[in-house]
């Protein structure tokens, strides 16, 4: 058998424009498993509600982020590839769940090569139907219909990893070296609630408010809040930051049912207020820089910030092509190669 590797990110919209952004976000909030109602409510909420407006807005703050090489997602997923592909013998492709280059054209990649058995890494660190599992079951399905004799095993979120952990601790770190603080404040790209209880196997564990989170389940494989509460943990005890001096809390929300909290923007707020106004910002939902860091959180958070009376802000990048996150993706892949091993 001949292994290879396929990547999977989110992806863009082909142009920072409105003509390309409305495509891409019918495609993104079509997927039932981000706007998760029944097809003919979507088809409405979507195509007769969001797009007639949203287009104009994301192409708006699309272009005030985008790279003269393209969309920065794209582009640092590329560099990220490109990178691996120099530390592991084993045929590498990347694919995007939606918009251009898809998981169907990175599994031909593969195909061509002779690849039969693929290890496919969704690029997020935490499980949520409407990011890790949405790229698996898409995988699944383009395997079934047009590759029935490929074989896909999937790397699990590895938000716990200690690998992972001292990588993304050693990039916080550096990011912190020459900025004095009063507050790290985590942001995850936000969920639904109704999707925590959606993805709970137990349907009664997951109670959204953290008590839940103690007791050990096995809702805790596909719990999102619990997830990220969990990377916050480690990377405090990893660096040793004072309890006070950290908090998590939730961004990117779309107007409608109650999200999970507490939301970023009143977080930005509440900081300024209680005189907490030199604030470091780490997003550790995204291994990519992309709009939802650059412009919400880099362009629009330190404008929020600073207009609530805070003084100083930073938004530390995410791990983009950084060499020692390469180097770990690489090892995790020799370990699956050599003995099967995945890192969680
Ligand atoms: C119901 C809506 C959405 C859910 C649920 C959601 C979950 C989710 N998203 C990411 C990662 C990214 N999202 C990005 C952009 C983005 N997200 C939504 C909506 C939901 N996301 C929209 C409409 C958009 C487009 C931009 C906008 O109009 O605001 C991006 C950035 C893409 C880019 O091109 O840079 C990422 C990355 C995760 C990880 C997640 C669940 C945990
Ligand atoms: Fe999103
Ligand atoms: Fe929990």
């Known amino acids: 058998m001949q292994k290879g590797v396929l990547l999977v990110n989110l992806g863009s919209p082909d142009s ?37 407006t949203r287009p104009k807005k994301s192409a708006k703050a ?5 790279w003269d090489e393209g969309s920065p997602l794209i582009v640092i997923s590329e560099r990220f590839t490109k990178k691996l592909r120099e530390h592991t013998k084993l045929p590498v492709a ?13 599994l031909q990649e593969l195909a061509d090569k002779n690849v039969d058995e693929v290890l496919l890494v969704p690029m997020y660190p935490h499980y949520a139907m409407s990011s890790y599992e949405t790229v698996v079951v898409k995988a699944m399905e383009e395997q079934q219909k047009h590759f029935p004799d490929m074989k896909v095993t999937t790397m699990p979120a590895f938000y716990s990893s200690p690998e992972y952990i001292k990588v993304l601790g050693d990039s916080i770190a550096e990011g912190l070296k020459d900025f004095e603080y ?59 930051l004072p309890e006070e001096k950290v908090s998590t809390s939730f961004q990117s929300r779309l ?24 604030l470091a910002v780490i997003t550790p939902a995204f291994v990519s820089d992309c709009l939802e860091t650059l412009e919400e959180i880099a362009m629009e958070g330190d404008e929020e910030f600073k207009e609530a009376g805070g003084e100083s802000f930073k938004h530390i990048s995410c791990l983009n092509d950084r060499d020692e996150w390469v180097s770990l993706m690489a090892k995790w892949i020799l370990e699956w190669e050599e003995q099967a091993k995945l890192p969680v």
């Open 182 to 240: 009063d507050h790290v404040l985590f942001s995850y790209h936000g969920i639904p609630e109704r999707h925590i209880r959606k993805s709970d196997p137990t349907k009664f564990h997951c109670k959204i408010d953290g008590t839940c989170c103690s007791i050990n389940s096995v809702a805790h494989h596909t719990c999102y809040r619990h997830q990220c509460y969990d990377t916050t943990e480690l990377i405090k005890a990893y660096l040793g």
């Open 62 to 66: 699309y272009s005030k982020i985008w």
């Open 16 to 52: 920072p424009t409105p003509k390309d952004v409305k495509p891409y976000l019918d495609e993104f909030l079509m997927d039932g498993r981000v706007i998760d109602v029944p097809p003919l409510l979507r088809n409405l909420l979507v195509r007769g509600i969001i797009l007639n």
């Open 94 to 106: 990347l694919g995007m769940r939606y918009g251009s280059g898809s998981i169907k054209e990175g």
């Open 255 to 278: 107007a409608g049912d109650p999200w999970l909290k507490p939301y970023t923007d009143y977080e930005f707020e509440r900081f300024a207020k209680e005189g907490k106004t030199r």
